[in-house]
């Protein structure tokens, strides 16, 4: 099972940007950030495979970027004009092949998006 370290998040103003990473302990096919605000469902914001193909929600369109290493087994979440409702526990979460489930979840990292 592949271990996943998180890293960045924190409390921001609105409009403002933070930087999300995630460390994987071995080569996976795709990875992604997922996000959970209080009362609500955990929602995929990004994903990127191991070839670059991306996928966004409707809601960070043009606001978030993903990016990956694949040498160093890490993906970034850059998050830009960040908004109140970005405000969640932000996840990363990884397949190991295309046909494999996403793995287990971590505590996330806190974000927070002041008014």
């Known amino acids: 099972q592949v271990q996943l370290a998180e890293s960045g998040g924190g409390l921001v103003q609105a409009g403002g940007s933070l930087r999300l990473s995630c460390v994987a302990s071995?080569?996976?096919?795709?990875m992604g950030w997922y996000r959970q605000a209080p009362g609500k469902q955990r929602e995929l914001v990004a994903s990127?495979?191991?070839?670059?193909?991306?996928n966004y929600a409707d809601s960070v369109k043009g606001r978030f970027t993903i990016s990956r290493d694949n040498a160093k087994n890490t993906v970034l979440l850059q998050m830009n004009s960040l908004r109140p409702e970005d405000t969640a526990v932000y996840s990363c979460?990884?397949?190991?092949?295309?046909?494999?489930?996403?793995?287990?979840w971590g505590q996330g990292t806190q974000v927070t998006v002041s008014s």
């Open positions: 979460n990884a397949r190991i092949t295309p046909g494999s489930l996403w793995g287990s």
């Open positions: 071995g080569s996976v096919y795709v």
């Open positions: 990127i495979t191991s070839d670059g193909t991306t």
